[in-house]
C-alpha cells in the first residue's frame, strides 16, 4: 500500500504562484508514475502533469504535462523526500480546482482510470 498527502493549496491572485507537494510513504518502491490531478467544481477530473521514473539513477525522470498548463506549472520529483511537487506560475481563475496526487505501480501513461493510489487533494482557489 502505498498513501499519499497533498499540502500547499490555498488563495492565491491571478498571476500569482503556488507549489503543490505530495509526500508518499508506504511501499513507495513499486510507485513507477506520479502524477497530479484537479478537479474544478462540476467538472470531472482531469489529468495535470505526471512524472515517469528513470528506473535507476542513469535516467532522468520524464514528465508530461496538460496543453492547459504547459509553459506555467512544473511537476519534479524529490526522491530523497519521496515527495513530488507541482510548481504553478501564471496561475488563473480557471485554474482553481482541488488538486489530487496519485500513484501507478506500472509504467502507463497516467491515465485516471489507471491509477493505483489516491491523496485526499488540496484546494487552490486563485482569484481574479
Known amino acids: 500500500q502505498v498513501q499519499l498527502v497533498e499540502s500547499g493549496g490555498g488563495l492565491v491572485q491571478a498571476g500569482g504562484s503556488l507549489r503543490l507537494a505530495c509526500a508518499a510513504s508506504?511501499?513507495?518502491?513499486?510507485?513507477?508514475?506520479m502524477g497530479w490531478y484537479r478537479q474544478a467544481p462540476g467538472l470531472q477530473r482531469e489529468l495535470v502533469a505526471t512524472i515517469t521514473t528513470g528506473g535507476s539513477t542513469n535516467y532522468a525522470d520524464s514528465t508530461y504535462y496538460a496543453d492547459s498548463v504547459k509553459g506555467r506549472f512544473t511537476a519534479a520529483r524529490d526522491s530523497a523526500e519521496h515527495t513530488v511537487y507541482l510548481q504553478m506560475n501564471s496561475l488563473k481563475p480557471e485554474d482553481t480546482a482541488v488538486y489530487y496526487c496519485?500513484?501507478?505501480?506500472?509504467?502507463?501513461?497516467?491515465?485516471?482510470?489507471?491509477?493505483?493510489?489516491w491523496g485526499k487533494g488540496t484546494l487552490v482557489t486563485v482569484s481574479s
Open positions: 496519485a500513484a501507478d505501480r506500472k509504467v502507463r501513461s497516467g491515465a485516471i482510470k489507471d491509477m493505483d493510489y
Open positions: 508506504g511501499s513507495i518502491f513499486s510507485i513507477n508514475v
